[in-house]
DNA sequence: AATTCAATCAAACGATTGTTTAGTTTTGCA
DNA sequence: TGCAAAACTAAACAATCGTTTGATTGAATT
């Protein structure tokens, strides 16, 4: 193995994701990512510092997407937030790990540091977004809504259902009630995706019937 | 004190939600509450059954109350939804620490019966707001959403707002970005309230104009 | 008054926590 | 080849973890 420091925030991504900051053992770590307990001390300084380190390198991957958006599709703010809303659909269900560690953190605030990455990292893309809804509001296509809210609305249905499908038959169930056949991560994906889209539709667009 | 199992449930419901489950210990628990560390095998048996009590007994406050609206706004399924997002929105907002713990322990999945409490609670009031919608689109008055996602939207966007809007300055700044004075819990709440509102009115109501 | 039983306590249990130490191996460069 | 720096290790560190023990208190019952 060479890069034993990434390979450490790889699995440490995995396990705090999968049983929390607190729940989860610089030995239970070490273990699993197959390096020695004073691995982690030694590159990175302490735990607390490894979930910084995590939040900070993968964090990066999701900052600048957002932006480069706007070349692309140019001067068609719809088109954008149909990406924009894909783009978030795809980067919670790939990275259901990162985004609890992301989302814990902000919730129980412990860490400062860390919070402090968080906030800065969620303040640039809310910010990217904003710019988006509010030239489509000024262009004339997008009613006057309340961006902060709307942005809010879009992130929070996300999280909501793929934390929620990942957990009990029940709340399974609930989600398809009738159909028996097994129910897939890309089914709930294109479902929340097309439930989103339509609700933005009605929601943002000016209707000129 | 008379009631001190009752306290130990009050003040666990706190630290449990403040700092996580493995990041309250029994030692910070007995203390906050006044207590000898012994009492919490004695009256629960263990840490984890603590959680489980508070589960049971605080969750009841919320079974119950969904179905009361029945009988109340008899037959008026956009009042019934206007009620149910009231009732959300004030649920979050006054038991955040409960409310913590409970979508805690569902992202983390590791207490089986914990979250096996936690499905039956939120599979109960969620067949009770799909009974509501149901009834709306039976009668004509709403469109023909896609329920589950329509739930999911609601307590999502709730949750996104009221767990960030306790975070950090930038964040806090992005809610409310000219105005310099204090934003305070009950206008986040208006705020949530009135998005909801006027969401649910377009994604639902059929417009007969 | 004697007995019973739940409530409470300080103290100790072994296990595990994150981190450090002191020593060894490996690596890259002169 | 020699040597210094980096990488790595096993072992120990003190502290804390959740839980249990065994004794003591208090109030109610016989």
Redesign the interface.
Known sequence: MQDKRGHLIEVAEQLFG??????TSIRQLAKEAGVNIAMISYYFGSKEKLVQAIIETKGQRFQNYIRDLDPVENADPWRKIEKVIEFYVNMFSNNPHFQ?IV??E?????RSEV??SI??M??GN??AI?QILEEGIQAGVFRQV?V???V??M???????L??R??????LT??EPDSSEKVTESMIRD??Y??LVD?FR??LLIRNT
């Open positions: 999968q049983y929390g900051f607190e729940g609890s989302f814990r902000v919730a129980l605030a412990q919070a402090e906030a800065k969620v303040a809310m910010s904003r309340d902060p809210m709307t809010a609305m992130v929070g249905t996300i999280r909501q259902i934390q929620y990942r957990i009990s038959d029940q709340v609930f989600f479902r929340v097309a439930f609700l009605q929601h």
